[in-house]
C-alpha cells in the first residue's frame, strides 16, 4: 500500500518524465521558450510586481512614490501671485496687530468645506491648475520626446493664427486656471474628476517619457479630462459635447487624441484609491505651500447635523458589511473553544 508502484498513489507527469529519461532520451524534444512560441504577452503577476527601485518613477501607480508636482514646486521659491509675502485674510484674523491663525476650541471648531471623499471643486480646479504650472515652469529643457498630437502647433485648438514663439513662453497660472475651469464647468465634472486627471497627466510624462511646455500643455490636460471623465463619471461626457465646448476642433480631432493618449499611457487607466489619496493629500500641501488653502468657517449647527448624518450612514454601511462578513466565516467563529465529548470505545 505505501509503494509509489501502487495504484492509490499517483506520481506527477514531471516525476514519471524523470523517471523514464533514460529510455525515453531519443523522442523527447526540446522545450520551446516564449519568443519561439510567440506568447510575449507579460503576465499578470509580472505586471502587479513592485519594482521597489522604480517607486520614485512611477508615482501615478504606487502609493508610496512621491508625486512629480510637488516635487516640482519644491524647487521653486517664488510664488506664482503678486502678493507673495501676504497671508490670506480667510485663514488669519487681526489680534492687537498681530497675525494669528484661526484655531478650534471648545466653543468654536473652523472646518473647510474639502474632504478626500467630496472634494470642493474651485478649490481642487485651482490646485490642479497650479500643479501643472509648476510642470510647465520647472521642465526639464532638453529632455523629453515631442509627440505631434500634442503640438499645439500641428492640431491647433481655435482658428485663430498661432504665433511663432507659442513654445517660447509659459502660461500665467490664471490662464490654465481658466481653460480647466471651462472645460469642467461647460462638461459639469466633479473635483474627483480634475484629481484623476492631474493623475493621467504624470501618468502620461513618465510612460512616454516627454515634457509638458507652453506649446502642448493645452492638449495634454484636454486629453487627460477626457480620459478622467469617461473613467470616473457613471455618466460620461462625449467626445462630441467638447467639440461645443471648444468650437473649432472637429470630433475626428478628439477620436485621434484619445486614441494616442490611451496608447501612451499603454491602456492603464486605473486608479487605485491609495494613488488617489496621495495626489488630493499632496495637493492640500501645495494650497497651504502657496497660500491658496480654503477659508475656514465655524462649524455650523446644521452642517454639524449633516456631518453626523454622513457618518452614521457611513457606519450602518460598514456594519453591514462585517455582518455580511461574520455570516460568511460563521463557521470559524463559532469555534470560540474546546468542546468535550464523550468517546464510545469499542
Known amino acids: ?64 512614490a512621491s508625486t512629480i508636482f510637488l516635487s516640482k514646486s519644491q524647487t ?78 500641428l492640431h491647433p485648438l481655435s482658428k485663430s493664427e498661432v504665433p511663432s514663439d507659442y513654445d517660447k513662453h509659459n502660461p500665467e497660472q490664471k490662464q490654465i486656471y481658466r481653460f480647466v475651469r471651462t472645460l469642467f464647468s461647460a462638461a459639469q465634472l466633479t473635483a474627483e474628476c480634475a484629481i484623476v486627471t492631474l493623475v493621467y497627466v504624470e501618468r502620461l510624462l513618465t510612460y512616454a517619457d516627454i515634457d509638458i511646455g507652453p506649446g502642448n500643455w493645452k ?55 491609495s494613488v488617489y489619496a496621495k495626489y488630493y493629500f499632496d495637493l492640500r500641501s501645495l494650497s497651504e505651500t502657496n497660500n491658496l488653502s480654503f477659508p475656514l468657517e465655524p462649524l455650523s449647527r446644521d452642517k454639524a447635523q449633516r456631518l453626523e448624518a454622513i457618518s452614521r450612514l457611513c457606519d450602518d454601511k460598514y456594519k453591514d458589511a462585517r455582518r455580511a462578513a461574520k455570516k460568511r466565516s460563521a463557521s470559524v467563529d463559532n469555534l470560540v473553544g474546546v468542546q468535550w465529548v464523550p468517546a464510545i470505545l469499542s
Open 1 to 64: 500500500m505505501g509503494s509509489t508502484s501502487s495504484c492509490c498513489v499517483s506520481s506527477s507527469p514531471k516525476l514519471r518524465r524523470n523517471a523514464h529519461s533514460r529510455l525515453e532520451s531519443h523522442n523527447l524534444e526540446p522545450e520551446l521558450s516564449r519568443e519561439d512560441t510567440g506568447c510575449n504577452l507579460q503576465h499578470i503577476s509580472d505586471r502587479e510586481n513592485v519594482d521597489e527601485l522604480n517607486l520614485e518613477y512611477n508615482p501615478s501607480d504606487h502609493p508610496r
Open 76 to 153: 521653486d521659491v517664488e510664488l506664482p501671485s503678486k502678493n507673495v509675502h501676504e497671508k490670506r485674510k480667510s485663514l488669519f484674523i487681526n489680534h492687537h496687530g498681530s497675525r494669528r491663525r484661526k484655531h478650534s476650541s471648545c466653543s468654536t471648531i473652523f472646518l473647510d468645506d474639502n474632504t478626500v471623499s467630496q472634494p470642493n471643486l474651485k478649490f481642487t480646479i485651482k490646485c490642479v491648475s497650479l500643479a501643472i504650472y509648476y510642470h510647465i515652469k520647472n521642465r526639464d529643457r532638453d529632455g523629453g520626446m515631442r509627440q505631434d498630437i500634442f503640438d499645439e502647433k
Open 219 to 273: 492638449r495634454m490636460v484636454l486629453g487627460a479630462v477626457l480620459l478622467a471623465s469617461k473613467v470616473w463619471d457613471d455618466q460620461a461626457v462625449w467626445n462630441v459635447d467638447y467639440c461645443q465646448i471648444l468650437k473649432d476642433i472637429t470630433v475626428e480631432d478628439m477620436n485621434e487624441l484619445e486614441r494616442q493618449f490611451l496608447e501612451l499611457l499603454q491602456f492603464n487607466i486605473n486608479v487605485p484609491s
